[in-house]
């Protein structure tokens, strides 16, 4: 059974910076997709950034790009988004996601399959 874990959300000023880290288990695909999205309150939900199985980031927000940078620690089964420069509207909840076979939400050629339980961000002026 798959999990993704995500932690390090929190409240930080503008201009501030977290990190973002989502363990997972149990999942066996080679080649694949993980990705971070967020929702934010009456928002849809948005891709924020996404990383290939080969550990290229393949995908970032407009609004994230300069200040948000995903990566993947294949030994630790880790997934990260250091954000930095951050702003009152990245507020949001965060979630990272797997890609997978068994549906889910389509988002940039792939179906994101697996879902963490998410972790707020909140960002104040």
């Known amino acids: 059974q798959v999990h993704l874990v995500e932690s390090g959300g929190g409240s930080v000023q503008s201009g501030g910076s977290l990190r973002l880290s989502c363990v997972v288990s149990?999942?066996?695909?080679?080649?694949?997709?993980m990705g971070w999205f967020r929702q934010a309150p009456g928002k849809e939900r948005e891709g924020v950034a996404t990383?290939?199985?080969?550990?290229?980031?393949?995908y970032y927000a407009d609004s994230v790009k300069g200040r948000f940078t995903i990566s993947q620690d294949t030994a630790k089964n880790t997934l990260y988004l250091q954000m930095n420069s951050l702003k009152p509207e990245d507020t949001a909840i965060y979630y990272c996601?797997?890609?997978?076979?068994?549906?889910?939400?389509?988002?940039?050629?792939?179906?994101?399959?697996?879902w963490g339980q998410g972790t707020q961000v909140t960002v104040s002026s």
């Open positions: 149990g999942y066996t695909y080679i080649s694949y997709s």
């Open positions: 996601a797997a890609s997978g076979d068994e549906g889910g939400y389509y988002y940039g050629g792939y179906e994101y399959s697996y």
């Open positions: 990383i290939d199985s080969d550990g290229s980031p393949y």
